[in-house]
């Protein structure tokens, strides 16, 4: 089993609708848990972080977490074609600091 | 905003020899890891260091991979005698305890 797995994608939207990008992870003892959004040929760029159960609102952004269910989201709202790029999913190891990522979802917003 | 640095951003090589990403972690942060991603893959975790030592490492860091914190500022990561599948994004990060990753811009290595 996959330690994070995310859909590839590429996931469509018009502008102006929610995105919606999902993750699942294996380990259930893991604590911390991230959002990265990553252009083409760029560096991983950190949207949110989650901690606990439930909603986090920054902006247009809204992490989710389940921990039960073992289960992120992140929701955009109001999508705009800047927002067009792979987003990770990423996850802290249960014996230390680092992170693991899922392959990422590719979205792509139409104007 | 403080930020990682990584020099150089693009490396050539020729397969067999010695190639060394150097990386400058934000300066109040004291955990440090290098990361790869091959072309159309996911971000793979190689290495992580903490007060002058590595913490934790992969299975892709065998012993043609050493990390380096030389002086206080820089961390670097050698790779002895690169081979063409190390041709690759090489991501530097730091963090501090229990926060989020920084990533610096990359180092885009082609091995030939």
């Known amino acids: 089993q996959k330690e994070v797995e995310q859909n590839s994608g590429p996931l469509s939207v018009p502008e102006g609708a929610i995105a919606s990008l999902n993750c699942t992870y294996s380990?259930?003892?893991?604590?911390?848990f991230f959002w990265y959004r990553q252009y083409s040929g760029k560096s991983p760029e950190l949207i949110m972080s989650?901690?606990?159960?439930g909603d986090k609102e920054d902006g247009r952004f809204t992490a989710q977490l389940n921990k039960a269910s073992q289960y992120v989201s992140l929701l955009i709202r109001d999508s705009q074609p800047s927002d067009s790029a792979t987003y990770l999913c990423a996850v802290n190891s249960l014996r230390g600091d680092k992170l693991i990522f899922g392959t990422g979802t590719r979205l792509q917003v139409f104007p | 905003e403080p930020e990682v640095t990584q020099t150089p951003s693009h490396q050539v090589t020729q397969m067999g020899q010695e190639v060394i990403l150097r990386c400058v972690p934000i300066?109040?942060?004291?955990?440090f890891y290098w990361y790869r991603q091959i072309l159309g893959q996911k971000v793979e975790f190689l290495v992580s260091?903490?007060?002058?030592?590595?913490?934790?490492k992969s299975e892709i860091f065998d012993d043609q991979f050493s990390v380096e914190r030389p002086d206080g500022s820089n961390f670097t990561l050698k790779i002895r005698s690169t081979k063409l599948e190390d041709s690759a994004m090489y991501f530097c990060a730091s963090s501090e305890r229990n926060s989020p990753l920084h990533f610096g811009n990359g180092t885009r290595l082609t091995v030939t």
């Open positions: 260091f903490y007060n002058n030592e590595i913490s934790e």
């Open positions: 300066s109040n942060h004291l955990y």
């Open positions: 380990d259930r003892g893991s604590q911390s």
């Open positions: 989650i901690y606990s159960n």
